[in-house]
């Protein structure tokens, strides 16, 4: 059967659609997510799509219980959409199939959140919570304030967690029944970083994960919203004893190259890891980082520290300076370094070059020196993640300070330079293919943390400086110069 969603997405209020974080699921994902679902023996499946739009999944999944492939005589489901100006298409998506022997759907408008977050707390004037089987979804995309009434409702039902994606997930998760399952296509950004580290132990506790799908082109999948998060669709069995988890990845939503491989559960989730990252392989076999045993330094064994930069403009605009004068010092930005190295003073940049040095900015400065800086954004579609280069204090002929503006990551020896050969050393590593593939399976938007690049095993500071020595005495260096020499310096 033919759907709406790309007619509906693009006739739909943009507005409105990011007020409520919609992006509407393309047949082909829809119809490959309910394929995801493992057939199982329920006589009765009990389906929840929460933000059903259109129908597009709830749609994909009763096409495949009509085939017989569920084993199910009868099939329930509750289609939630708060969006009441989708409604018509999606009763004209779910008529098609009340016609079919065994069937109850409901259409529920109200606020799924609210909803769920009253079952699972126990409301006495609520209704019972249902028991799930199956749960498929396309959950919307959007913050959640911290002081508003959905993160009281989550705080409720025992859910801390940032983003209505994230919510409604742990939401869903929690209704299903033991064993059930749920496929949800969602960004790939809950697999690492602080703020969804709630969220994954949450996931984690309650689930295990039997599938993730990951796709290769970060703006292919949901072409028809402008979609800029790299997404991945992923299936969890709740209660199920973790086992090893496969991973299928596809250029884009045709998936005529989709390949499908499973890995041990303990190449993805470390049971080391405080942080519990979810990183995502897209090889079979060990990463070449991961085969190196040399590669197991932290920053903290290498006595190196990373930070953001300090300076937030918007905050000290009165102390800006569009280029250099006497009571001010270099205010370096990530537009001010390229390949070659450091570009500064920058005209035309529409940033600005300098900072005034005094009272009021002094906490912000660093000594001049030899500093390794990551800028903190990538491109959508840029070849690398981790862009690393060198700041060169001779490029700054005798200013006692640098600012390192808010969109760089820092490495630095506690606030102070380091040493020349091993900034080159580190910078010449944080630039080899190897450690962006790596940093690809953990990292999956375009945002570079210091947290990230504190989680990465580095090679020992002897290595690095090495490393960096080499470095130095090149006249120019080119990529694949560079993963030899690390290949070769580090065994």
Same mark, same amino acid.
């Given at each position: 059967?033919?759907?709406?969603?790309?007619?509906?997405?693009?006739?739909?209020?943009?507005?409105?659609?990011?007020?409520?974080?919609? %992006?509407?699921?393309?047949?082909?994902?829809?119809?490959?997510?309910?394929?995801?679902?493992?057939?199982?023996?329920?006589?009765?499946?009990?389906?929840?799509?929460?933000?059903?739009?259109?129908?597009?999944?709830?749609?994909?999944?009763?096409?495949?219980?009509?085939?017989?492939?569920?084993?199910?005589?009868?099939?329930?489901?509750?289609?939630?959409?708060?969006?009441?100006?989708?409604?018509?298409?999606?009763?004209?998506?779910?008529?098609?199939?009340?016609?079919?022997?065994?069937?109850?759907?409901?259409?529920?408008?109200?606020?799924?959140?609210?909803?769920?977050?009253?079952?699972?707390?126990?409301?006495?004037?609520?209704?019972?919570?249902?028991?799930?089987?199956?749960?498929?979804?396309?959950?919307?995309?959007?913050?959640?304030?911290?002081?508003?009434?959905?993160?009281?409702?989550?705080?409720?039902?025992?859910?801390?967690?940032?983003?209505?994606?994230?919510?409604?997930?742990?939401?869903?998760?929690?209704?299903?029944?033991?064993?059930?399952?749920?496929?949800?296509?969602?960004?790939?950004?809950?697999?690492?970083?602080?703020?969804?580290?709630?969220?994954?132990?949450?996931?984690?506790?309650?689930?295990?994960?039997?599938?993730?799908?990951?796709?290769?082109?970060?703006?292919?999948? %949901?072409?028809?919203?402008?979609?800029?998060?790299?997404?991945?669709?992923?299936?969890?069995?709740?209660?199920?004893?973790?086992?090893?988890?496969?991973?299928?990845?596809?250029?884009?939503?045709?998936?005529?190259?989709?390949?499908?491989?499973?890995?041990?559960?303990?190449?993805?989730?470390?049971?080391?890891?405080?942080?519990?990252?979810?990183?995502?392989?897209?090889?079979?076999?060990?990463?070449?980082?991961?085969?190196?045993?040399?590669?197991?330094?932290?920053?903290?064994?290498?006595?190196?520290?990373?930070?953001?930069?300090?300076?937030?403009?918007?905050?000290?605009?009165?102390?800006?300076?569009?280029?250099?004068?006497?009571?001010?010092?270099?205010?370096?930005?990530?537009?001010?370094?390229?390949?070659?190295?450091?570009?500064?003073?920058?005209?035309?940049?529409?940033?600005?070059?300098?900072?005034?040095?005094?009272?009021?900015?002094?906490?912000?400065?660093?000594?001049?020196?030899?500093?390794?800086?990551?800028?903190?954004?990538?491109?959508?579609?840029?070849?690398?993640?981790?862009?690393?280069?060198?700041?060169?204090?001779?490029?700054?002929?005798?200013?006692?300070?640098?600012?390192?503006?808010?969109?760089?990551?820092?490495?630095?020896?506690?606030?102070?330079?380091?040493?020349?050969?091993?900034? %080159?050393g580190i910078a010449a590593f944080l630039n080899t293919t190897m450690l962006d593939e790596h940093f690809r399976t953990f990292n999956g938007h375009t945002q570079v943390n210091a947290t990230d690049l504190r989680r990465i095993q580095y090679p020992s500071r002897d290595a690095l400086t090495t490393l960096g020595e080499w470095a130095l005495e090149?006249?120019?260096?080119?990529?694949?110069?560079?993963?030899?020499?690390?290949?070769?310096?580090?065994?």
């Amino acid at each position: 059967m033919k759907r709406s969603s790309p007619a509906i997405s693009k006739s739909t209020d943009p507005i409105k659609k990011s007020e409520l974080g919609q %992006f509407f699921t393309p047949e082909s994902i829809s119809r490959f997510m309910a394929e995801m679902f493992e057939a199982d023996v329920h006589d009765h499946c009990r389906v929840l799509d929460a933000g059903a739009g259109t129908g597009s999944l709830s749609a994909a999944f009763l096409e495949r219980w009509a085939s017989g492939d569920f084993n199910a005589q009868r099939v329930e489901l509750d289609a939630f959409e708060i969006d009441d100006a989708l409604h018509p298409q999606l009763v004209r998506t779910l008529d098609r199939y009340r016609q079919l022997p065994g069937t109850v759907l409901r259409i529920r408008g109200d606020d799924f959140i609210h909803t769920a977050a009253d079952w699972i707390s126990g409301d006495l004037f609520g209704e019972i919570a249902p028991a799930y089987t199956h749960a498929i979804l396309n959950p919307p995309y959007k913050k959640i304030r911290s002081d508003s009434a959905h993160r009281a409702a989550l705080r409720r039902a025992g859910i801390e967690t940032v983003n209505l994606y994230s919510a409604f997930v742990a939401l869903s998760l929690t209704l299903l029944d033991r064993r059930g399952q749920l496929v949800a296509i969602i960004p790939r950004s809950f697999c690492n970083g602080p703020y969804y580290r709630p969220f994954r132990k949450y996931l984690l506790h309650r689930a295990a994960i039997r599938q993730i799908h990951l796709f290769g082109s970060r703006n292919k999948a %949901f072409k028809q919203d402008d979609v800029l998060q790299e997404n991945v669709i992923i299936r969890l069995e709740r209660d199920g004893r973790q086992g090893p988890i496969v991973i299928s990845t596809s250029t884009d939503d045709g998936f005529k190259d989709l390949t499908v491989r499973e890995h041990p559960c303990d190449r993805i989730i470390s049971p080391d890891d405080p942080e519990i990252f979810i990183r995502i392989p897209t090889v079979s076999g060990m990463g070449a980082l991961e085969s190196r045993p040399s590669f197991r330094y932290s920053l903290a064994d290498l006595r190196i520290k990373v930070s953001t930069g300090p300076v937030v403009d918007f905050r000290v605009k009165k102390h800006l300076r569009d280029m250099p004068e006497a009571d001010a010092v270099p205010l370096l930005y990530p537009g001010h370094f390229n390949r070659g190295g450091v570009e500064w003073p920058k005209t035309g940049m529409k940033k600005p070059n300098a900072i005034k040095r005094g009272a009021e900015t002094e906490k912000w400065l660093y000594p001049n020196g030899f500093y390794c800086v990551v800028r903190r954004f990538s491109s959508k579609e840029e070849k690398r993640r981790v862009v690393a280069n060198v700041v060169d204090p001779a490029k700054f002929a005798n200013a006692p300070a640098l600012g390192f503006e808010n969109h760089l990551n820092v490495f630095h020896d506690n606030k102070r330079g380091l040493p020349k050969t091993l900034a %080159f050393g580190i910078a010449a590593f944080l630039n080899t293919t190897m450690l962006d593939e790596h940093f690809r399976t953990f990292n999956g938007h375009t945002q570079v943390n210091a947290t990230d690049l504190r989680r990465i095993q580095y090679p020992s500071r002897d290595a690095l400086t090495t490393l960096g020595e080499w470095a130095l005495e090149q006249t120019a260096l080119d990529q694949e110069m560079i993963d030899n020499k690390v290949k070769a310096i580090v065994v």
